[in-house]
């Protein structure tokens, strides 16, 4: 048996450079459109759309960690510029006190309300419209497929079906 590496083929590299660069780029892009339209940095979004989309848009701060793919220490300098920004609340849970709960205020909401338009635009623009349905269909399949050895246990939920919008009741992120 040997060592030696399964180089890539040509063709495998050009598809793996292309997504390292589609990796590198979209997110700056998208960070870009949210501190221009509704100054916000993309993970302040990401951290509001989740508390939108969760049950009395509540969630432990240790499960925003994990679903927003931070640590601790950065997930709450976030939250104490979203707070002071009157975004979210933080309180111990009455229920285990050594757990945070963060809360979307109404200013929260509104604010994920007004933003989700521009920001679901934006997505739309720079990948959604680019490919033709079948493109977005493979593109599911192979985000899943990656998704599966990055993601194993499926903390960031992104392995979960999608509901329907018309299905999903208060549910502004986009």
Partial sequence: MTDDPRWLSTHELQAWM?????????????????????????????????LSEAPERTLRMSGLAASTNATLPRLSHVASRLEARGYLT????EDD????????????????????????????????????????EHLDAIALAVLGA???????????????PDDACGNAAG
Wanted: glycine residues 2%; hydrophobic residues 40%; without cysteine.
């Fill in 18 to 50: 292309r997504l390292e660069a589609v990796a590198e780029l979209l997110p700056a892009a998208l960070d870009q459109q949210l501190q221009r339209d509704a100054d916000l940095s993309h993970y302040e979004y990401l951290v509001l759309a989740k």
């Fill in 97 to 136: 006190r050594r757990a945070t709960l963060a809360t979307l205020t109404e200013e929260g909401w509104r604010k994920v309300v007004a933003t989700a338009p521009t920001h679901v635009a934006e997505v739309r623009r720079l990948v959604v419209d680019r490919l033709t349905p079948e493109q977005v």
């Fill in 90 to 93: 933080r309180v111990r849970s």
């Fill in 150 to 164: 990055l993601d194993p246990e499926n903390r960031l939920e992104a392995q979960n079906p999608v509901v329907s």
